[in-house]
């Protein structure tokens, strides 16, 4: 292993153009210290690889749950599923817990894991490099600094960079506009008239909580959302309590929980082969809608027209029954444009405002996101370009041919209905990687060209079977599906099915090697 220097000072530029290449300032870097980034530095520091930096941009460790603090933000699953699996003794106030809530837990990880002191903040990465000759990677930071490490984990998330809706006039509006995951706690709403532009699940929380505080909402709908009911509950002192002591309750909770997802992500995966599962289950969301909505017309405007699954969907005790105030307008008219005193939709309504939120959601599938920073292989060519060429595509979602010593916590076809789920198995199948590149004491790893193609192959036809990809999908407005038309963001396989997988899939998938004689034998 090479040796690790002493790190300078965060923004002041290091020595980088005195020293040997082979020196490294750490084994390994992360970038992103998020629930990702945060579950990377366990998953290492617990089997024994010390030496690695989480480099962080902000000032705050957290990514999704520090940036998005919107009135009524909360997970949409339950806590006994949105938790590590290690640390699931935690005193959680809530069946679905709000986002303050799970900003506190990622933190607590991080300090209870001995995390914390890898981070580095006010870290931003623009770029890195791969240097085929001493197989490391050079990471540059916003302000100048170099840093070299052997192996590079990208964990910056996935909804990390807001997405700004293309409606002209936007930077005219006179009021005050906002993000819903930059938002302004110190703009008071009471009494403002607000226009939320979007109706995904960052909107399904924020209506019902500022509804009764407005003069007068308008909530803009291009595409309406399955809105399912919600089970939620405050847990008890005595619950509290219980799951506390008795660790079996806690996996009993976690199974449970686990369990109905996997079976919603069953019913997705198999909607060709078994159509009739989505449809019933279906069936009964419709059905709650309409009950809450109490309303024929509002029915015909805010259910969707396209199959469930096509979108991720929301659950909500309180989103439909909002539309039902006095206060609250229902607008599906499209949005022509914005001028200083509101939105003109396309009928020429003219619907004045003081306040605009943006509740349009983030990059997803977009070049520049997922990582959130450039990534140049052995070959000079760029991530980003190359998914631009060739499609979105990784080998057990974590890797990517021509990009050694280079790992993804998140890669394409990879997602899911729980983050958690899905981190867990990447990084096992990561750090096996890295176990055996130490075993055999090498200093390269990289998926082989022809195993990411047979995986690929099977992952392309696999999701040809999902309802993604279904017509009735075409009109859902998914950020599940790329400009390619894949749907290159979720998985076309259950959960348990990706945790066996990336848990026992052979490491021949992998060359093992050392610079030069990496370079003799690429593929």
């Known amino acids: 292993m090479s040796a690790v220097l002493d790190r300078p000072p965060s923004g002041e530029p290091g020595p980088t153009h005195d020293r040997p290449a082979t020196m490294l300032d750490a084994e390994i870097i992360i970038v992103g210290a998020g629930i990702s980034g945060i579950g990377a530095g366990i998953e290492l520091l617990q089997h024994g690889h010390d030496s690695f930096i989480l480099l962080e941009a902000e000032q705050e460790l957290g990514g999704t749950w520090r940036d998005n603090t919107y009135p009524g933000v909360a997970v949409d699953i339950p806590f006994s599923s949105y938790s590590y699996s290690f640390e699931s003794d935690y005193p959680w106030s809530r069946l679905f817990p709000e986002g303050a809530e799970i900003q506190d837990y990622v933190a607590h990880c991080a300090r209870k ?122 847990l008890g002192r005595r619950l509290q309590a219980a799951l506390h002591r008795i660790a079996p309750l806690r996996s009993l909770f976690r199974a449970l929980s686990e369990t109905s997802i996997e079976a919603l992500s069953f019913v997705i995966v198999s909607y060709r082969r078994l159509p009739f599962l989505v449809r019933g289950v279906q069936a009964g969301v419709r059905a709650s809608m309409r009950r809450s909505l109490q309303d024929p017309d509002l029915s015909a405007k805010l259910i969707p027209d396209y199959e469930l699954g096509c979108k991720r969907p929301a659950t909500s005790n309180t989103y439909l029954e909002a539309f039902r105030r ?52 052995r070959a000079g060519t760029e991530l980003g370009a190359f998914w631009d060429e060739h ?133």
């Open 113 to 234: 894991y001995g995390i914390a002191d890898h981070i580095r903040y006010g870290s931003r990465v623009l770029n890195s490099e791969f240097d085929a000759h001493n197989d490391t990677w050079t990471t540059r930071l916003a302000g100048g600094e170099v840093l070299r490490s052997r192996y590079l984990v990208a964990a910056t998330g996935l909804l990390s960079q807001p997405k700004l809706p293309e409606i002209p006039g936007l930077d005219t509006f006179a009021g005050k506009a906002m993000h819903s995951a930059r938002w302004d706690h110190g703009h008071d709403l009471a009494g403002k008239r607000v226009a939320v532009i979007g109706t995904g699940a960052s909107a399904v929380q924020i209506v019902p909580e500022i509804a009764a505080t407005v003069a007068r909402l308008y909530v803009f709908q291009r595409t309406p959302i399955w809105v399912g009911p919600r089970p939620d509950f405050r």
């Open 326 to 377: 006095d206060n609250v307008t229902l607008v599906t008219d499209a949005i022509d444009r914005i001028v200083p005193r509101g939105v003109v939709t396309s009928d020429g309504t003219l619907h004045e405002i003081d306040t605009l939120v943006l509740a349009t959601g983030f990059l997803t599938t977009e070049k520049g996101n997922a990582p959130s920073f450039e990534v140049v292989g």
């Open 391 to 523: 499609r979105l595509q990784a080998y057990a979602g974590v890797a990517v041919p021509g990009f050694p010593n280079f790992f993804l916590t998140a890669g394409p076809y990879s997602g899911g209905f729980n983050w958690f789920t899905m981190l867990k198995a990447h990084l096992k199948h990561i750090r096996r990687c890295l176990d055996r590149a130490r075993a055999k004491g090498v200093t390269r790893v990289e998926v082989r060209r022809d195993a990411h193609e047979l995986y690929m192959q099977r992952m392309w036809k696999r999701a040809e079977g999902t309802i993604f990809k279904s017509d009735s999908c075409r009109s859902a407005n998914s950020y599940y599906v790329d400009r390619f038309g894949d749907a290159s963001l979720p998985l076309p396989c259950t959960p348990w099915w990706r945790v066996l997988w990336n848990s026992t899939a052979s490491m021949r998938a992998y060359r093992f090697g050392s610079a030069p004689e990496s370079e003799g034998a690429r593929d």
